[in-house]
């Protein structure tokens, strides 16, 4: 009789809490993409900018839906450490500053994202530049920790969702595959991420993310300066979340899948580098169609030594 009572209690605050708002597009997937030079250690600073529109149903006022715009910032700092020839050390330290601009109403919510550490084995490496076709295969994996802050209190007063949070309070687990293949000025690069999320200590589990893209460059030398255009494409998919995964309580207005085009251009001078890339949606399906990924953005330096 206990367990009934507590499920009731449970749906009725789930209903409360999903029906005002669309969750599931900020837990985002680490990928390395095209990497500076092999041989040198780095240290940068990357900076990413997601836009977001959604429309849905209102519990409170009947025939007229919510509209609202999602902007996620986050910042972070990053670098690699070869521990050896064949061995790579990632961190990355985000920053995040989400907001929301629902009905005219605005929100918002920053702090320390979830840190995230993996470690890949160069399985498949051309040791001489001077060579005709120069690849490299990384494989590995990492965690993703709960150092974010996941603010509870406010998610069940309705004043915030678990896609807004700066962290999702849960440990994740990252497999990622990065391959490079080089013959004289071109080259391609294709990678894929896959992230294993599990509950939190409130019982709500982001969905697992699956991410695989191809991009194609070109090598360009102007005096002291490596300058290498490139196009391709990203896939991202995520399944739904749990809003309780104990019950095994869906979030039926989460997941969904996208298809980037991207275009960008990375540089390099001496011994510092910088990014720049625009990602706009191809195809999509978010939460039933009830949520549009605009454009991605994303821009970065790197310090090699």
Known sequence: MKKILLLIIFSATIHQTLACSVCGCSASN?????LPQSKNNFAGIQYQYRVFNSKHSSVITEGTPNISKDYYHTTQVWGRYNISDRVQFFAFVPYVFNERVENNIYSKNNGLGDISILVNYSLLSTKKTS???IHNLLLGGGIKLPTGKYDIDAIRLGDGMPNMQSGTASFDFIANINYTI?????????ELSYTLTTA???DYKFGNRLGAGITMFRTMRLRDNNIIPQVGIRYEISSLDYSNYYWSAKNRESGGH???GAAGMQFFYRSIGGQVRLSVPVSQNYAGGKINSKYKVETGLYFLF
């Open 30 to 34: 680490q990928y390395l993409g095209i």
């Open 131 to 133: 060579a005709k076709l």
């Open 182 to 190: 080089q013959q004289k000025r071109n080259g391609l690069n294709t």
């Open 200 to 202: 939190n200590k409130y």
């Open 258 to 260: 996208v298809l980037y």
